[in-house]
Structure formats: C-alpha cells, structure tokens
C-alpha cells in the first residue's frame, strides 16, 4: 500500500524568503502525487500534482514541487513566502492501480513578517 | 470538475446518539470516499464506496459503526453510529472524477462533528 511521509510538523520561515515543505513517499510503481493546503476551518484545497512529464510542477499560489524518483521525494516549494502563506500543507499519494489516496501526517507552514 | 456539497457543515452531539452526513455531487461520479481528520491530524480515509456495491472498509473502521449507504452516482451519507468524544472529527466526502489522463480527486468542505 502506498504511504506518505512528512518529516516536519511545522517549518517557519520570514516573509519573502524561500520556503521548502518536505514530502518523502512510497508506492509500488508509479505514483500519483499530490500537495493540498488546509485553511483554518476551511476545507481542503489543491495546489498542484505530478502525474507524468515534467519532474517540475508549477501550481496554484507560485507554488511548485518537484519529483525526484531516485530519492521518492515530491518537495513543495515557493521562492518566496508570504504570511497569507501560512497553512497547514498535506501531501498525498495514489498508485496507479489504487483508487484511494494516502495523506502524509500535515505540515504547519508560518510565514512570519 | 466536481462541485462538492455536504450537510450539516457542523453539529454537536450528545454521546451515544448517531448522525448522518450526506454528501451531493454536481456530477455523476462512479467512485466516492470518506475521510476522517480528528483534531490537529491528518486525513484518514474510512471506506471507498462505489454505487450499487457494498463499502470497502478500511482497517480500523467497521460497518456498523460507520454505515454508508450510496443510493446514486451522485449522492452518499456516511453515518456515525453511538458516538463517544473519540468521534470528534471533521468527516470530508471526496469524489474521484475522470480527466483526460487520471481521475483527480476533488473534496468537500468537510462537516466538523463535536461529540460531548
């Protein structure tokens, strides 16, 4: 079954410098990759997935993450952070052959001025 | 795309009651899943239910403590059964919608359950 891991509960950085949120994954095959962003009392939101292609994704927000196969990493990124930024960020992953998504345990994102 | 909707959005119940959520979709979608995220965690999915067929339920959920029922393509309730504060989560259904080259998986805006 395909699993997801977010090393870091929380990750601060300073308005306008660059932030990274690390996601690691495991899956037979192929993965389905996927970053969502949870306001407070606020649903689920897609920023952006990996499907196949490019290993850089760009989506929603000037967010971007790449996928790096050799090291089964899918890091989200933005060069530079807001404070409207601050979330919490999950990563999710879905094999080819599953119809469900695994979701990693969330990331607390703080953008400070 | 899918437009997600789901009733209530929030509730308090008293321990040991039952209450169901129902989830409408703008579409007909062939797959529909529950999620459980309990306060400060992650998403959890509880069972994968397709129209016409029984759940499949995840390890660590059961039938009779989580009945779903999926009646049509476009609709679902999921029902939390002799509730205990254990049970306080947000409970988001999500939709599985074909696309040109996967199925994108879209969710809804949650309904946040408070049991006393």
């Excluded at chain 2, 509730?11 to 040991?16: A, L, P, V």
């Amino acid at each position: 079954a395909q699993s997801v891991a977010q090393p870091e509960d929380q990750v601060n950085v300073a308005e306008g410098n660059p932030l990274t949120v690390k996601c690691t994954y495991s899956v037979s095959g192929n993965p389905y990759l996927f970053w969502y962003v949870q306001y407070p009392n606020r649903g689920l939101q897609f920023l952006l997935k990996y499907i196949t292609g490019d290993n850089l994704v760009k989506g929603s927000y000037g967010f971007e993450a790449e996928f790096n196969k050799s090291q089964t990493s899918f890091h989200l990124k933005k060069p530079s952070a807001l404070v409207s930024d601050s979330a919490l960020y999950f990563c999710a992953v879905r094999g080819r052959r599953n119809n469900d998504m695994r979701f990693g345990a969330g990331t607390r994102l703080t953008v400070k001025p | 795309s899918a437009v997600i909707s789901q009733k209530p959005s929030r509730d308090i119940c008293q321990r040991g009651t039952s209450l169901t959520i129902q989830c409408q979709v703008d579409s007909q979608v062939t797959m529909m899943f529950w999620y459980r995220q309990q306060p400060g965690q992650s998403l959890t999915l509880i069972a994968t239910a397709n129209q016409g067929s029984e759940a499949t339920y995840e390890s660590g959920f059961v039938i009779d403590k989580f009945p779903i029922s999926r009646p049509n393509l476009t609709f679902s309730t999921l029902t939390v059964s002799n509730m205990s504060p254990e049970d306080s989560s947000i409970y988001l259904c999500s939709v599985e919608v074909g696309g040109v080259s996967y199925n994108e998986q879209f969710f809804g805006p949650g309904t946040r359950l408070t049991v006393l």
